[in-house]
């Protein structure tokens, strides 16, 4: 059974930090371009970043460019997402998805 399974949402203030991971099993992670996709509360989805098979290709949605930062260790079939400056507008469930989706981890930013 395909699993990706998202980790490290929490609570941070404005400003602050996260690094969210997406562990992929039982899918040829390695071949796949990977996305990371999100859902404000009560809002629809929205695409935040690609990265390519390899990794050495990445493309982010405006409102997160220059503060998100993708990456991916094919060794490991993970996906992460380094999110730095957080805004109030970056609270949201994220995804990671590829040909399947993960169930999401929230991320609140708010003091």
């Known amino acids: 059974e395909v699993q990706l399974v998202e980790s490290g949402g929490g609570l941070v203030q404005p400003g602050g930090s996260l690094r969210l991971s997406c562990v992929v099993s039982?899918?040829?992670?390695?071949?796949?371009?990977m996305y990371w996709v999100r859902q404000a509360p009560g809002k629809g989805l929205e695409w935040v970043s690609t990265?390519?098979?390899?990794?050495?290709?990445?493309t982010y949605a405006d409102s997160v460019k220059g503060r998100f930062t993708s990456s991916r260790d094919n060794a490991k079939n993970t996906l992460y997402l380094q999110m730095n400056s957080l805004k109030p507008e970056d609270t949201a469930v994220y995804y990671c998805?590829?040909?399947?989706w993960g169930k999401g981890t929230l991320v609140t930013v708010s003091s």
């Open positions: 998805a590829a040909l399947y």
């Open positions: 039982e899918f040829p992670f390695r071949d796949y371009a």
């Open positions: 990265i390519s098979s390899g990794g050495d290709s990445t």
